[in-house]
């Protein structure tokens, strides 16, 4: 196709097209810059949910603290190994250890032991990712030295004002921090991870377009991004919203690929949601990453950061047979047993390694 003009206007004019054919090339295109830069293959990450558990209380999520109809849950340490052992037989790469935020002592030792059996228990061969929200940057780096070496932190939004208006202004949800924490896992080491809701109320076009340029321009290594849904039982789950679209995400993604070639994207669950091959369909317009949930049964209802959350009757082998089936049918390869690390991750590292 023509050359895509990845301007902050050129990527407005893409997310608002609506000519289905030069879509179409838009996607088709983003999975040729993939195949040529990256590969096709599609690398997995077993999701274990540890913990609904959180001191947060982001207006869109479901498991806010304040939302107490949730029940809250906290995986034991032989549940969290169970599932680890479980990825590692079946010959997945990696893993993503995510929960709610929380901050003690305790909890961060918890964490701190949980990696190390993880890599011992695979002879360091399950990649650790983690998704534990904000922390002090000793504790990440406490974790990066238990051996976890990927990160997922959402910057939401890039707008701060957008930020402000999607979290409680109690002084515990600050757009600063969150980009400090971001920017404290790159220089610790982990390949870093940051992403965005799309679709939100309030949100524009032109700030989508920021949002994209923002993850050039701090060089993030991963990104998982996907649509914001509605929650009945939170406070922006009561305001309106138009009903969410994959295409605008599909949209996202592709035009992400384009800008940063190299990059893991991954096809998120909450596209699974709106559309029951939302996932595929992503990795056909440019990610490489699916996470499929490793979670035990008797918890996964209560994970939900979104409601209408698929396969929450699954167990761990149900999720992979689903998937593996789904990707089978598109004709999509697995990267069984790799890492599947970002490649633009290793770029930087060469880049130190000549001039620093
Ligand atoms: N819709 C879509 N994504 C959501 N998240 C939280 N609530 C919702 C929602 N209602 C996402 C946030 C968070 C990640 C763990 O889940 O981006 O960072
Ligand atoms: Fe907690 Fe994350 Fe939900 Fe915010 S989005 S309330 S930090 S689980």
Known sequence: ??????????????????????????????????????????????????????????????????????????LSEEQVLDAALFAWKANYGSLVLQAGERTSLAYVKKVTHLVQQIKHLSNGELGITLSLGEQESDVYKEWFDAGAHRYLLRIESSNPDLYAKIHPRDGHHSWERRLKAILDLKDIGYQTGTGVMIGMPYQTSEDLADD??????????????????????????ELYNEEPNLELSLKMVALLRHLMPRINIAATTAMQVIDKYGREKAIMAGANIIMPNMTITEVRKEYQIYENKPGIEDDAAIS?????????????????????????????????????
């Not at 994209?212 to 789950?237: A, C, D, E, R």
């Not at 047979?321 to 390869?333: P, S």
Request: proline share 1%; with cysteine; hydrophobic share 35%.
């Open 1 to 74: 196709m023509e050359n895509v003009d990845l301007s902050k206007e050129g990527l407005v004019g893409w997310l608002e097209e609506n000519d289905e054919q030069r879509v179409k090339a838009l996607l088709d295109s983003a999975y040729n810059i993939k195949a040529k830069n990256i590969g096709t293959k599609v690398f997995l990450r077993g999701l274990i949910e540890l913990s609904n558990k959180c001191s947060k209380n982001c207006c869109y999520c479901g498991i806010r603290n304040a939302n107490k109809s949730v029940a809250r849950y906290e």
């Open 212 to 237: 994209l340029l923002f993850m050039k321009n701090i060089g993030i290594h991963m990104v998982g991004m996907g649509p914001y849904l509605k929650h009945s039982q939170t406070p922006m789950g």
């Open 320 to 356: 992979k047979g689903k998937l593996e089936e789904n990707l089978r049918t598109q004709g999509i390869e697995i990267g069984w047993m790799e890492w599947g690390d970002s490649k633009a991750f290793g770029d930087s590292l060469q880049m130190k390694n000549k001039y620093l």
